[in-house]
């Protein structure tokens, strides 16, 4: 009877086997382009991949995804591609644009069974409103340009400018999102824009220069934009990777009927000549902004920049690990993005928070570092900082030969304070912050 029963249970389980594998063929033969692929590819690719977008091809439709499936395939088992540089184990972001395990086995099977294309299904099949110069899901309701392109010279030298880009609006506009454009990223280490309200009319804001080349001009020509300085209402900008910001729900800041924009541009070293033409891309919301964002620099550059310990200070073919501890003395807040920033030899990135209690909260870890995919994470909800918290930020880095992104080579030894030359270094978290409401912690973010 003992055998007999034995005998059973192998053959049961020999038709459960079976029966899975049939079951995982049958779902590989029923995946289509359109019932199961398309809504991957519209989330996940096509914010970069579409007509004027920053990557170098269309991934708009099926014509457009059916003849790379190969090479998606390499790029989305590898996890080069989407680039997502975080550690979702970590902290897992509102705007995480990584695949799942399950999107990725997905799009393998969908691949491995020749990429079907399916039958058109309405509430699938309609391809994302994407266009030209954004990376967002619709048109700009603002777009400030640059007055003329900026000629980068071919004599691998870093170059910085400042673009003046006057506005004047019918009224003051709330703001869903805002975006850096520019027509040849390759070409830019970082952007920043200053959005600055200038209300006084006796003020010209179209008189001054449109731009001041910092590596050519003198210093003084900055003098000019001082008039414009008096009230900022936002700070902001690109790095490498970098999508846009956006500010769900009644979050976000005001854009000011009359001002300018003063954008600083840091060029990186080319070898030819080429043109540069960059603009700023505004997103309006109808609801009103109760609750306004700031922003907010620590370490290189900010806020405990002398704290960092030990002395920013790597020495040729040297591997460093720096610390930086900064308390909030003042009123609790709320954080909506964090945004790390490290240069090329850069090799990990952490920070979080200890409050007085001794509690942690994670902000952010990038244990892989990659200069070429940075981003501005949005939290899923808001995150409360206490009076008296520690902020604490963590960067390694690598200063050898052994290093392929080092820039230098041979090394060299690298000092770096308030620099933003590319070859030196940084140890920077901005944030996106607003004052603490009672609740703000079950505030989605999505």
């Known amino acids: 009877m003992a055998a007999e029963s034995m005998i059973t249970k192998m053959k049961n389980f020999v038709y459960l086997v079976l029966f899975l594998l049939n079951s995982s063929i049958l779902q590989a033969q029923q995946l289509t382009y359109y019932n199961d692929i398309a809504p991957i590819v519209q989330t996940k690719c096509a914010p970069c991949h579409h007509p004027g977008g920053g990557a170098p091809f269309s991934l708009l439709g099926y014509e457009d995804v059916s003849k790379r499936v190969s090479f998606i395939k390499e790029v989305v088992q590898s996890g080069y591609?989407?680039?997502?540089k975080a550690d979702n184990s970590y902290v897992h972001f509102a705007n995480d644009r990584s695949l799942s395990q399950k999107e990725?086995?997905?799009?393998?099977?969908?691949?491995?069974?020749?990429?079907?294309?399916?039958?058109?299904v309405k509430q699938v099949a309609a391809t994302p409103e994407f266009t030209s110069f954004t990376t967002y899901s619709r048109k700009p309701d603002l777009v400030l340009k640059m007055a003329d392109s900026f000629l980068v010279r071919g004599d691998n030298k870093e170059r910085f400018a400042i673009f003046k880009i006057p506005f004047e609006l019918k009224d003051a506009e709330n703001i869903e999102a805002i975006e850096f454009y520019s027509n040849n990223k390759k070409l830019i280490h970082?952007?920043?824009?200053?959005?600055?309200?200038?209300?006084?009319?006796?003020?010209?804001?179209?008189?001054?220069?449109?731009?001041?080349n910092l590596s050519e001009d003198d210093h003084t020509k900055l003098d000019q934009y001082r008039l414009y300085k008096k009230v900022m209402t936002y700070?902001?900008?690109?790095?490498?990777?970098?999508?846009?910001?956006?500010y769900p729900k009644e979050f976000g800041w005001i854009m000011p009927k009359r001002g300018v924009i003063l954008l600083t541009v840091h060029f990186a070293p080319s070898a030819v000549d080429e043109k540069s033409f960059s603009q700023v891309n505004l997103f309006f919301k109808k609801t009103p902004v109760t609750r306004q964002v700031k922003v907010i620099?620590?370490?290189?550059?900010?806020?405990?920049?002398?704290?960092?310990?030990?002395?920013?200070?790597?020495k040729a073919n040297e591997k460093k690990s720096f610390t930086l501890e900064v308390t909030n003395p003042g009123t609790d807040v709320s954080i909506?993005?964090?945004?790390?920033?490290?240069?090329?030899?850069?090799?990990?990135?952490?920070?979080?928070?200890?409050?007085?209690?001794?509690?942690?909260s994670k902000l952010v870890s990038i244990p892989e570092w990659d200069f070429r995919w940075q981003e501005i994470y949005r939290l899923k909800h808001l995150l409360k900082v206490p009076?008296?918290?520690?902020?604490?930020?963590?960067?390694?880095?690598?200063?050898?030969?052994?290093?392929?992104?080092?820039?230098?080579n041979p090394p060299r030894t690298v000092?770096?304070?308030?620099?933003?030359?590319?070859?030196?270094?940084?140890?920077?978290?901005?944030?996106?912050?607003?004052?603490y409401e009672e609740g703000d912690e079950k505030k989605e973010l999505e």
């Open 190 to 212: 970082h952007a920043n824009y200053a959005i600055h309200d200038v209300a006084d009319t006796s003020i010209n804001i179209y008189k001054t220069d449109a731009t001041v």
């Open 235 to 246: 700070y902001g900008g690109w790095i490498p990777g970098t999508t846009y910001e956006y």
């Open 104 to 120: 990725i086995s997905l799009l393998v099977q969908w691949i491995d069974n020749k990429a079907p294309q399916g039958t058109k």
């Open 387 to 408: 009076k008296g918290s520690v902020m604490h930020i963590e960067g390694t880095y690598d200063n050898t030969a052994e290093n392929p992104a080092n820039p230098r």
């Open 81 to 84: 591609m989407p680039p997502w």
């Open 297 to 314: 620099s620590f370490g290189s550059g900010g806020i405990g920049e002398k704290q960092i310990t030990p002395i920013f200070y790597i």
């Open 415 to 435: 000092f770096s304070e308030s620099s933003m030359i590319s070859t030196d270094e940084m140890l920077t978290l901005l944030m996106v912050y607003l004052p």
């Open 336 to 360: 909506m993005y964090v945004w790390p920033h490290m240069h090329y030899i850069g090799k990990s990135f952490k920070a979080y928070l200890v409050s007085q209690e001794g509690d942690t």
